[in-house]
């Protein structure tokens, strides 16, 4: 089971951290992500920590304003979000799986799901 938390009301160019926390698995075998939707639309990748090695991969769209990270001995994964954007406004789910590279991306690479939370940026 994975629970997020930390989304709520920010002005544009601030930031919010993001946490979520698994139970009832181990995550240090597992690649751990972050996805976010907009009302209307698709599900979107925005990063995602791999299990091995920890490499860490980004969507163009927040790379270089957003970091996501991980503390295996906690179960946990994190996002900073930095700089936000009226348009980072959505739904923000993390999710727990073992992708295959090309499926880093993909909602179908993950497993499980947690089960959202708000993030809603004002102009």
């Known amino acids: 089971q994975l629970q997020a938390s930390g989304g709520g009301l920010v002005q544009a160019g601030g930031s919010l951290r993001l946490s979520c926390a698994a139970s009832?698995?181990?995550?240090?075998?597992?690649?751990l992500g972050w996805f976010r939707q907009a009302p209307g639309k698709e599900r979107e990748f925005v990063a995602a920590?791999?299990?091995?090695?920890?490499?860490?991969v980004y969507a163009d769209s927040v790379k270089g304003r957003f970091t996501i990270s991980r503390d295996n001995a906690k179960n946990t994964v994190s996002l900073q979000m930095n700089s936000l954007k009226p348009e980072d406004t959505a739904v923000y789910y993390c999710?727990?799986?073992?992708?295959?590279?090309?499926?880093?991306?993909?909602?179908?690479?993950?497993?499980?799901w947690g089960q959202g939370t708000q993030v809603t940026v004002s102009s």
């Open positions: 920590i791999v299990w091995s090695g920890g490499r860490t």
């Open positions: 009832g698995r181990a995550t240090s075998s597992y690649t």
């Open positions: 999710a727990l799986g073992r992708p295959i590279w090309s499926s880093l991306a993909m909602v179908s690479g993950y497993s499980h």
